[in-house]
């Protein structure tokens, strides 16, 4: 009790809601906007969480994650095109809604979905986390080993399209964890003589090279298209735009399986918003007694994706909060932070530092709340951010992700880590290899590592130790049953498609 009326005291200073206010309100608005998704606005305010306190911090950060997912939901319905990757499949009824005279009724359907997933998540959040962390906390080398061995499977196997491409993206987050110096014995360790590396490569200008200084690069090369608003929602009949008691109760069921799907995806590593948004729609319109009225702008297939995909908001936070192991690349980044204010996430945090714990869930039902507020009353003007040139956003961008990565050790080769990681991440992004199984396995390579040689030091070398324990072996055998029912299940596809009539 002591350690929740502290985070609500905190919650309750002028400057924390002051920041918890512009956090929503940036977010919906960098949502709306397509090419400025919610993984650039968090790692490009990551710099400034540095500088803050860590409630003021969490606030900013949660804030615009939850907004910025709603937010993608507006291009989408007015554009044809979602404004985040996770909005994707509202464009199949949302615009269609749109071309016939209500995107008005749209975008409030898709508003209250969004807070409908995103509360059922954070009441799922608050129900399991403490758990599945008193449950970690018997949890020795050994068994979190294998546990991050299992998260690297999940990670790599069920990220992207690609089984192999997934596994390429955390590979080579691997591999970049390793620079500096060894965990146990303090040894460099590919530093190539440069002192300014043997603390590892700074995590600031790598995720802001990945999501923020990529997504400029790829503007450039395709000439900063303008997006043109198509529909005017001042011309539109209200009375065609409101949404009638029945068509309420005939979403009440989409909305909760879409919960249901979005919170699971949500709790299992690396996969992400998009893939549950695909899931829900692809579950609703299978189980509807009328299928073929989805795609022509139903109300069901809106609601089912806006609900999922913020569903898996609170839902990330679950492995986040009770393991130390982030549920997106957005709480990789939420983790880092986290780290980076001397707070570290796992199941201990809930001993340590229990306030830090309330104030992320007061943060999660306050900023969803203010969402709904603001995005009830603010439809119309969030629809004008549309009409913005992106040949004037991006340069600002730029110039907020050099500002961002030098700011945080004042280091001169941070600018060059961001500037790789900006062609990495365009390279990743034009090859359909996912980003986000590389941030993940940066951050839990180091724990892996120090878990994986405690464990060989108390058996004397003996990797036996990792099958005989019945946790890990169990772990280890599913995560290798995964990989081969993943590749089998893609080969099995592409046989498919060789032998499909061209």
């Known amino acids: 009790m002591e350690a929740f009326l502290t985070a609500l005291a905190g919650m309750g200073e002028p400057a924390t809601l002051l920041t918890l206010l512009l956090s929503v309100a940036i ?5 709306a906007i397509p090419g400025l998704t919610v993984n650039i606005a968090v790692a490009l305010a990551v710099p400034l969480a540095i500088f803050m306190p860590t409630s ?13 997912i709603f937010g993608g939901s507006i291009s989408a319905i007015l554009l044809n095109a979602p404004g985040t990757p996770a909005s994707a499949a509202t464009v199949f009824d949302g615009f269609p809604m749109a071309q016939r005279g209500e995107a008005t009724k749209a975008l409030r359907i898709s508003l209250v979905a969004s807070v409908f997933g995103s509360i059922f998540s954070i009441l799922l959040l608050i129900l399991l986390a403490p758990q599945l962390a008193d449950f970690a906390l018997r949890f020795g080398p050994v068994e979190i080993a294998a546990l ?12 992207g399209d690609s089984m192999v491409k997934g596994l ?16 146990m014995l303090g040894t460099p360790r590919f530093t190539f003589g440069l002192t300014s590396l043997l603390d590892g490569l ?28 198509r529909f005017d929602l001042d011309q539109e009949d209200r009375a065609r735009n409101r949404i009638s008691l029945p068509e309420w109760r005939s979403l009440l069921l989409p909305m909760t399986r879409a919960s249901g799907i979005g919170s699971f995806i949500g709790i299992l590593p690396g996969i992400g918003a998009t893939i549950a948004s695909f899931m829900a729609y692809a579950d609703i319109k299978r189980s509807a007694r009328n299928p073929e009225a989805f795609g022509k702008g139903d109300i069901r297939g ?51 530092a229990p306030e830090v714990v309330y104030t992320i869930y007061i943060v ?38 050099v500002a961002g990565s030098y700011v945080a050790r004042n280091n001169i080769l941070d600018l060059f880590v961001m500037l790789g990681a900006g062609v990495l991440g365009f390279i990743f992004n034009r090859t359909g290899v996912p980003v986000a199984p590389l941030l993940i396995t940066f951050i839990i390579t180091r724990p892996f590592e120090e878990a994986v040689r405690q464990a060989l030091t108390q058996s004397e070398g003996s990797m036996a130790v990792f099958f005989t324990n019945p946790i890990s072996g169990g772990l280890i055998l599913f995560a290798i049953g995964l990989m081969g029912f993943t590749l089998r299940s893609e080969r099995r596809r592409r046989s498919t498609a060789r032998s499909a009539p061209q």
Do not use: H, W
């Open 364 to 401: 999660l039902f306050a900023s969803t709340v203010l969402m709904g507020v603001i995005g009830y009353f603010a439809i119309r003007p969030l629809a004008l951010t549309l009409r913005i040139p992106k040949i004037y956003l991006m340069p600002c961008v730029a110039l907020m992700c």
């Open 27 to 31: 977010g919906l608005v960098i949502g």
């Open 302 to 352: 809106v609601a089912a994706s806006e609900s999922s995909n913020n569903a898996v908001v609170g839902a990330t936070f679950i492995p986040t909060l009770a393991l130390g192991i982030p549920g997106d690349a957005v709480t990789a980044i939420l983790l880092g932070a986290l780290v980076i204010q001397g707070v570290t996430p796992g199941p201990l945090i809930f001993v340590n």
């Open 168 to 183: 390429l993206s955390a590979s080579i987050g691997m591999v970049l964890a390793t620079v500096g110096s060894d965990p």
């Open 148 to 159: 991050l061995f299992f998260t690297f499977t999940i990670i790599g196997v069920l990220s």
């Open 202 to 229: 700074t995590y600031v200008p790598l995720l802001v090279g990945l999501f923020a200084l990529a997504e400029i690069i790829d503007e450039v090369t395709k000439g900063f298209p303008r997006s043109k608003q």
């Open 56 to 68: 003021q911090a969490l606030v900013m950060l949660i804030g615009l994650y939850g907004a910025g």
